[in-house]
RNA sequence: GGGUCGUUAGCUCAGCUGGUAGAGCAGCGGACUUUUAAUCCGUUGGUCGCAAGUUCGAAUCUUGCACGACCCA
């Protein structure tokens, strides 16, 4: 792409870089220096699956025949003969390089080479005295030189921060990097399968809102300039998602991202990946099946059982308890009364003694949730969901038919984190245009959370949403459970980093 | 936002109560035709995160700043 004589500006140049630059420069010398005419018969896990085990003698009776590629992560000459051993997208294999496999000129030139180059090799399976599945070469090339020495091979690369800032770099050294993010892909793939069984559409609706909405959050802003009007990244497709379920779509997901205007800490990213899916003619109970199906679907896939381990402890996937808020509440804190959990002065004193900040305008259900999110949450370590919230926390959800003020609404945790959120879903556009304008009351009241009044919304419900029920489960989080991550930067590919 | 800890060679890390910096790996030169973090001999490489201050003298002590990790809000 760029004039190759032109060597970029670099801040960290070392003597090492020069001596490999001058390499380079050699080697462009020659001949092309990044050809790509190679062509690789095999990757290096299938052959170690079907040959690792066979006989020396009985390996070099079959002549097995291969072309592989990959990164020199291991080096080891001895003169006449060399070893290096070749990283490629499945796995490693070794090479066996000799004098009299590929002729002293090439082995010499292949003395020069240096870690984290990118060869090829072609040749004859063998089996090294230790029992080593090894390609002798009869070819070996340099493919891609680098430039930029790899870190340490024993210790590899450690540092918390520049695994996020040069991912690639952590994907080169670090197999459990590879794997978290190989099981990611299955993850994701796995609700994609059970969503698909269960006849749901997968559907791509706006990334960029006119008017935010779907969730209490601050949105990120930008301009479009041709309109010249603000746009918002969106916080939560959910408006969208039922305008389809107006339209007709009865079961639809969508996997995506959303933004957050928000702080960053070991649970939260600016922009995270969100599953949410909504069914017509269904309810909040089986929103609860589906989540609990899709979770045990993808921890089956990813994890090979419902038993898995968390940051040292067991999380048993295999039963979803529900409680109530109260009944959280009372079953990690059996000293607190029905009485004090009905009153709202002694609610607000707890509340405030666990260093909580009780919202003052809060009724019993507010502040009764403030107070499960102070004693009780962090405990609930396997699943549970938690049912019963109050409508004031909940503009977008049905009310129960029979109890005022609570809402057929649950949230799913799982050690001690939100996993999923879901509800049977408000149809009834009158119901539902009050509540926005008490979102926008509050807004004005100086909540930068609150919701906008979204009048378009309000129209596709006065055209009539069948009853629906809807939920949301967080995918970075599913996949930190599912792969023992302590922090969601371990699951992102690239996590957002304050600038180097 | 608050607290604790950290930042030394390309990488992983030592460096004591202050006396101008060290190992292993990587690199370079040499030996070695079945090695496994190969081994052996020799050797290059540093603005000790940045900026002030104390001091005859600072990687080391003090303060501030930057970045990061963990905990708390």
Redesign the pocket.
Known sequence: MSEHEQTSPSL?E???MA?RRQKLAAIREQRVAFPNDFKRSHFAKPLQETHGAKEREALEAEKVEVAVVGRMM????????S?A?LQDGSGRI?L?I???GVGSETHEEFK?W??GDILAARGTL?K?????L?V?ATEVRLLAKNLR?L????????????K?RQRYLDLIMNESSREVFFKRSQIVQGVREYMVAEQYLEVETPMMHPIPGGASAKPFVTHHNALDMPLYLRIAPELYLKRLVVGGMERVFEINRNFRNE?M??RHNPEFTMMEFYEAYSDYHRMMEMTEGIIQHVARKACGGLHIQYQGKTVDLSHFERLTIVEAIKKYNPQYTDAQLNDRAWLKAEIARL?G?PVLSDGIGGLQLSLFEECAESQLWNPTFIVDYPVEVSPLARGSDTRPGITERFELFVVGRELANGYSELNDPEDQASRFMEQVKQKDAGDDEAMHYDADYIRALEYAMPPTGGCGIGIDRLVMLLTDA??I?DVILFPQ??PE
């Open positions: 960290d070392n003597q090492i001596e291991l080096k080891r000459v001895m003169g006449k003969a070893f051993t070794q066996y000799s004098n009299d020069r240096d870690m063998f090294t005295k230790t029992g080593e090894t002798q020495p870190p340490e091979k024993f210790h590899g690369l450690t540092d918390q921060e520049q996020y702080g800490s070991t260093g900040k302590p922090s930067r980093m304050r």
